[in-house]
């Protein structure tokens, strides 16, 4: 039913772009409902892939468009643009490189393949004079990645941070809430849909860094391995540690942040932690599974984006939004691809996971007299000052917890000193240091 | 010192685009260094035109760019892209449809000249074949424009609102603050040079109304008369208000709305007035002379964008932005201007400023028995509820400042009912009403 001659060489820009959704689930349900819905100029839905497709097809998926399991009906001449929703490095990578290979521009939300895979999918989509659209992996809704590539062209970035993880962030903001404890928190989300069964990937940071990755790149152009990325689990947090982190006028939440130094030889810090963070900091302000990024640039300042990081329809919405600027931009290389990525050399940028800050330090022990003494000679040895000692009244003397706040020290020297201090026997369970970020 | 061929039929792309600054006001030079800083790609500052220039070189200004006092030297062949950075309608309408009639694209910070003749100028920008960039227009460096158009392109938006003057936010911010009255955070405000010597613009909402125009016509497709828009001064807002705001877990701030009703004949809603919103709203926690944008769309939700609004550097961010994409696009019709713009027609939606909302109305009286039961029956004739009625103690009889809260209730109405009311002879001076956005 497309008017325009199959195959042909002047596809995009006034023609017609014909879509195959690859991957049926969530996300490719929302973006073939807005498709249908509200159809965007020169787009077109005509084909959508599935294993097992029959299973998956839906009444109000109009009769044109075709479903298929064969993926070689998405190398077929008669699509332009392939929106693969299927995830993981395997086979997503073959499929995209195929796609491309066979002249197509590519769409897709997969964050793991885009940060460690990017910039050869990057370079090869160039090599074709095609596009690949990766909106939708980062964030979800938030533009973020047109943010920071183009609004914020030209400011000179160095630093992003974010609450890049729903899942961590909904578990967070419940403890803060109704101080249920961590365990609690992730069987709610994980009743509610929020947490996947096996939660790992989110809870130990490992979701997050593959989104900084790729905000690293696009906004400090630094192409980073996000296995280099230092990961802190958030389950080490407990209830308590929320009631201590507002005595401090803070809260706690997964923040994942990048950092460029100046210069020629510029250094990058990049790590994903829970933190401390101050009550009227943006990131202590995003409630439930909503993500936001904060970019600091050189001349423009804080610049903050937020909204819903997760989800069929806001992730859809990225999905459609890279569509529509590919079929506007048509065979034109500067679309979603811009020259900032491909200009990051294959190599990766070394990072670096060590910084300077306060950190609270939450001790459970069973209390007798002298730990006071034996913690602060163990701290003072490494010059590390102590800038408060917080103590719950009311407390189990079997089981107390208490908090000693330090004056800003190394993470990595402050990792030493807690080693030393682990010897100790007093301890129930291992302290929990956090960094306070201001 | 640029190596292709003037005029050559082949700019943007991969060629280098020359770019003549017209006006070198603070955003000028911020745009000047930023260019010579950190020289963009395929971008050259070459020109710079002000009245009489001689007062205005500097410097750090290279050599190689020329200085002028005569806009003809901006039209010649070797210039591809005017900045323009006059402000005012006049003569900076004139010069841009010179400069686009001349075959150049165009990047201007001019909200009043966008949102009262953009169309016409997007319009001429693509029939020459030129793109025309307004990124700096609203929101100063806060890439909105851009993360509107193409990073929620694939949403039906729906609502737009935020804080879109810095000043009015400023003045705002410091009276909740410090309890200053109006006219000393203005006064404050002007001596920070935050707010001009005359802040009509800007206290009556005239300044926000202009890029709440260009927020409807880019993010909702209804092009729009600014001056349809209905705006409300913050001029009436008291220390008072504040402190009854606060006992309603709410603050005070200039707020921009557009809402465009679902359907084929869509009602668009607009206005700029002072309101109550939530603490916990994204609304209240803008500071001092920072922006907001906060969308709502049928599928992505809300997403929010915030930054600094105003300032050299951070306008100029966005100009570089838009120069940038001009530069990468080259001729491609689809850069910063879109098919959304152009397709709305060059006659303006009609603006309703009607809606409804609780309210919240502070009166000033000289006390005596009867006044609530006089306020009260007016109210309940034209079937207004009240909410509640709250007093601070210890107030003056002669000079007695209270509030009235109201049930859900259009503003029209609301409006009549407060003509009738001000016929008491009760009143110290006139009610204030504001509307309580949820």
């Not at 998956?56 to 643009?81: C, G, L, N, S």
């Not at 909106?135 to 970035?157: F, N, T, Y």
């Not at 003397?397 to 030393?420: D, G, Y």
């Amino acid at each position: 039913m497309s008017s325009k001659s199959v195959g042909s060489e002047h596809r995009g820009g006034d023609s017609v772009c014909n879509v195959a959704i690859v991957g049926f689930g969530t996300v490719g349900r929302s973006v073939a409902r807005i498709l249908l819905e509200h159809p965007p100029e020169k787009l077109r839905l005509c084909l959508i892939y599935n294993r097992g497709v029959d299973k998956k097809k839906v009444p109000w998926v109009q009769p044109h468009v075709r479903w298929t399991e064969r993926i070689e009906d998405v190398f077929a001449p008669d699509i332009d643009i392939m929106v693969e929703l299927i995830g993981g490095l395997k086979p997503a990578q073959d499929w995209i490189r195929a796609a491309l290979l066979a002249g197509k521009s590519v769409v897709t939300a997969n964050k793991q393949l885009i940060a460690q895979r990017g910039t050869g999918l990057i370079a090869l989509a160039r090599q074709q004079g095609r596009q690949i659209g990766f909106e939708a992996s980062v964030a979800g809704g938030i533009p973020v990645i047109r943010g920071l590539r183009e609004g914020l062209a030209g400011d000179c970035l160095f630093r992003i941070s974010g609450i890049l993880n729903g899942t961590c962030n909904y578990i967070l903001t419940r403890m803060e809430a109704s101080g249920l404890p961590f365990a609690s928190a992730l069987k709610e989300a994980q009743d509610l849909g929020f947490a996947e069964a096996d939660p790992t990937d989110d809870i130990e940071g490992y979701d997050a860094r593959a989104k900084l990755a790729i905000l690293a790149q696009v906004g400090l152009q630094c192409a980073i391995d996000p296995s280099e990325i230092g990961c802190r689990s958030i389950s080490v947090i407990e209830a308590i540690d929320f009631a201590y982190a507002r005595r401090l006028g803070c809260t706690i939440r997964q923040v994942s942040q990048a950092e460029k130094s100046a210069g020629d030889k510029a250094q990058l810090f990049a790590c994903v932690q829970p933190a401390l963070v101050s009550l009227s900091s943006p990131l202590a302000q995003v409630q439930g599974a909503q993500n936001l990024v904060m970019t600091a640039g050189k001349y423009g300042g804080k610049t903050v984006f937020s909204g819903h990081g997760a989800g069929g329809d806001p992730t859809a919405v990225a999905v459609v939004s890279d569509l529509i600027a590919i079929a506007g931009r048509g065979r034109e290389p500067g679309g979603p691809v811009s020259a900032t990525e491909t200009d990051s050399s294959n190599s990766s940028h070394p990072v670096s996971g060590e910084f300077s800050s306060p950190h609270y330090v939450r001790f459970i022990v069973r209390d007798r007299p002298g730990i006071t003494a034996a913690l602060a000679t163990v701290l003072s040895n490494y010059r590390i000052n102590i800038d408060a000692l917080l103590q719950e009244p009311g407390m189990e003397k079997s089981r107390l917890p208490f908090v000693i706040t330090l004056e800003e020290c190394s993470n990595a020297v402050l990792e030493r000193a807690l080693e030393e201090i682990l010897k100790f026997d007093f301890h129930v369970q291992p302290p929990v240091s956090l960094p306070v970020l201001s």
